[in-house]
């Protein structure tokens, strides 16, 4: 007989597959100084989803103002994954920098706009595009 956790447990297997890839992140500046963040696999509760603030504020007390963050490996992100982000944008912000998200695939971008945040928060299609857009302000 099937409980209702073990449905459960074989409905996320379903769902989400054992085999997508978990948080990763990288980064790198050029040496124009612009930070380009590279986020993949799902972004949800945990520690690992912390580390995206950790490392801009590392990034910011080095004296970095501008970051592209490229979304285009993100699988799924839960409305923890969402929070990590506001506080992203607002340490960036609050430091007189600014932040635009690139390559955001349409399931993810849909949650920016059910909450509306993708009015906060700035996009671009691609790197070269958020990277004009940085340079034209």
């Known amino acids: ?67 592209v963050v490229d979304l285009s490996g993100v699988t799924r992100m839960d409305s923890t994954g969402l929070g990590r982000f506001i506080a992203v944008l607002n340490l960036v912000k609050e430091a007189g920098g600014r932040l635009i998200l690139v390559g955001v695939r349409e399931h993810i971008l849909k949650s920016f706009r059910v909450t509306r945040l993708d009015r906060i928060f700035a996009f671009a299609p691609n790197v070269e595009e958020a990277r004009r857009q940085l340079e034209s302000v």
């Open 1 to 67: 007989m099937w409980s209702a956790s073990r449905i459960a447990r074989s409905l996320r297997r379903c769902l989400w597959p054992m085999s997508e890839k978990s948080f990763e992140l990288g980064y790198q500046v050029d040496a124009d100084g612009l930070v380009l963040m590279k986020v993949s696999g799902a972004v949800q509760l945990g520690e690992e989803s912390a580390e995206i603030v950790s490392r801009v504020e590392e990034l910011l007390r080095q004296g970095h103002r501008r970051f």
